[in-house]
């Protein structure tokens, strides 16, 4: 049995209520349920897809016409249809990326096999999309296609595009000019495990990106080491081969690999949402050590998605994982609330009646503040305002990282946020580089602050075998200024 320290015991009885604390009650409110109430969705995934500051929400369901929701100020209307994006075919992945480095997000779609292409290039022109698969050469006729992420392997200011499949190898596609071409074979990333999840980060803090795969079926999972532009799996050194399943076991897997700075140390830490008992693996400058028991997370179960966010503004990430839906069982979601080192379960009933059980995506969807969350599942996808009272949801900030010519191909990029002046660390997050279920995100991160007061902002982009850092000093902390910081 771990021994419980007495910050991990006060914490938990804060969050239980039993002794005073600063947190305020979370209170996530459902909008737009009518709007909101379709079934059998997979995917969801953000973007500013208008330029006009707020997150548009793509939706990808299963054979009936797929959703972008228009963003107003909070407000959601659906625009797949004249936006050119309502495919009917049963979809099962998609990412936001600039593509062609014009300065707003495409879109890449992963189909179901069967009626063409799985893989779907949309270029954004002002809002409208257009399919440029030739313009690409993106052909893929076939495949199971769970993770794409958009990230700038080589370092070279373009977006390659990495996607991992069920059924065969993994792929990585070179953007040279806007043409892709697929070079995993002789980066060392044809990995032809089953794989679901992949994230991004320099893990290591050597200069370039690493990336977690998550794979199923009784298979490892993989920890590709980036060593300039070749790919070696260390998983099994660094200790992230199983994510804290049963290994070998065919009825477990990962489906989603999270990195984070889970304990606020400034170091990225990885959760791993399994078939399985669910993983915590903190990083100790010797590696990750799995801290899913002490921490209060493991609770085995059937789990496809991981997602964290300060939804209260306290300082520290909490964390929501989805249970799967299968066989005509409903496997538990959790929303855990962190306090003390310890994470507890507060899971609303409005949440957990939703079903959910691919997309988890937080991002401040109406402009105040907070994280709300959207969801996706074989119930209806739905959408939650995170109602925080004015004086703790002003308590935050958005960074929205880009390159030195103002595009956003920096995903992997590390957001650290101290108190002005001084190298008190408040809080640490990741520009999206493959956060959601088989789904990436191009917006702002949100940061939650303890308190506020006047805040440095220090980006770290990884390139070729360096760490460029830049800092932004003495920033106003409001809860709705989004800064963007420029990183060459």
Excluded: K
Excluded at 33 to 50: C, G, H, K, Y
Excluded at 168 to 187: I, Y
Excluded at 196 to 212: E, K, S, Y
Excluded at 382 to 402: E, G, I, K, T
């Amino acid at each position: 049995m771990p021994v419980v320290t007495f910050r991990q015991l006060i914490g938990s009885l804060v969050v239980l209520g039993l002794v005073g604390s600063s947190q305020p009650a979370v209170h996530l409110e459902a909008i737009q349920p009518q709007t909101f109430a379709a079934p059998n969705s997979f995917v969801n995934a953000l973007a500013d897809v208008d330029g006009d500051g707020d997150a548009e929400l793509f939706v990808g369901f299963n054979g009936t016409p797929n959703r972008l929701y228009r963003n107003d100020e909070g407000t959601f209307v659906d625009m797949a249809v004249i936006s050119g994006v309502a495919r009917a075919r049963p979809t099962r992945a998609a990412a936001f990326g600039d593509w062609d480095a014009d300065g707003d997000a495409d879109l890449l779609v992963g189909f179901a096999p069967g009626g063409g292409p799985v893989l779907q290039l949309y270029r954004n022109d002002g809002g409208r999309f257009t399919d440029v698969n030739a313009l690409a050469g993106l052909v893929v006729d076939s495949g199971a296609v769970r993770q794409p992420v958009w990230v700038d392997m080589d370092s070279d200011g373009d977006l390659d595009l990495f996607v991992a499949f069920r059924d065969r190898a993994n792929a990585l596609f070179r953007n040279d000019g806007g043409r892709l071409r697929d070079v995993a074979a002789e980066v060392g990333l044809a990995d032809t495990r089953r794989s679901v999840g992949a994230v991004w980060a320099d893990l290591d803090a050597d200069g370039d990106l690493d990336v977690i795969v998550g794979n199923m079926d009784g298979d490892a999972n993989a920890v590709f080491r980036n060593d300039e532009g070749r790919f070696t799996d260390v998983a099994e050194a660094w200790g992230l081969a199983w994510g804290g399943r049963t290994p070998r076991d065919p009825a477990n897997g990962t489906v989603r690999p999270c990195v984070a700075d889970v304990n606020g140390d400034g170091r990225l830490d990885v959760v791993t949402a399994n078939y399985g008992t669910p993983g915590l693996f903190l990083a100790d400058g010797n590696g990750w050590r799995n801290a899913a028991a002490e921490w209060g997370v493991a609770a085995d179960g059937r789990y496809d998605s991981c997602a964290l966010a300060d939804l209260d503004h306290d300082g520290a990430l909490d964390l929501f994982v989805n249970g799967t839906v299968t066989q005509g069982r409903n496997w538990p979601d959790y929303l855990y609330r962190q306090a003390g080192g310890r994470f507890a379960n507060i899971t609303p009933a409005g949440v957990a009646a939703v079903a959910a059980d691919h997309g988890v995506q937080w991002q401040d969807l109406d402009g105040d503040g907070t994280a709300d969350l959207a969801l996706t599942g074989q119930g209806p996808h739905a959408v939650f305002a995170n109602r925080l009272p004015d004086s703790v949801a002003s308590r935050s900030l958005r960074v929205r990282v880009v390159d030195g010519r103002g595009r956003a191909t920096r995903p992997g990029a590390e957001v650290r946020v101290f108190a002005a002046g001084g190298s008190r660390l408040l809080a640490t997050a990741l520009v999206d580089a493959g956060s959601g279920y088989d789904a990436q995100s191009d917006t702002p991160v949100h940061i939650g602050l303890a308190r506020r007061g006047r805040v440095d902002v220090e980006v770290t982009w990884p390139a070729n075998g360096t760490r460029r850092v830049t800092r932004v000093r003495n920033v106003a902390v409001n809860g709705r200024r989004v800064l963007t910081v420029r990183v060459p």
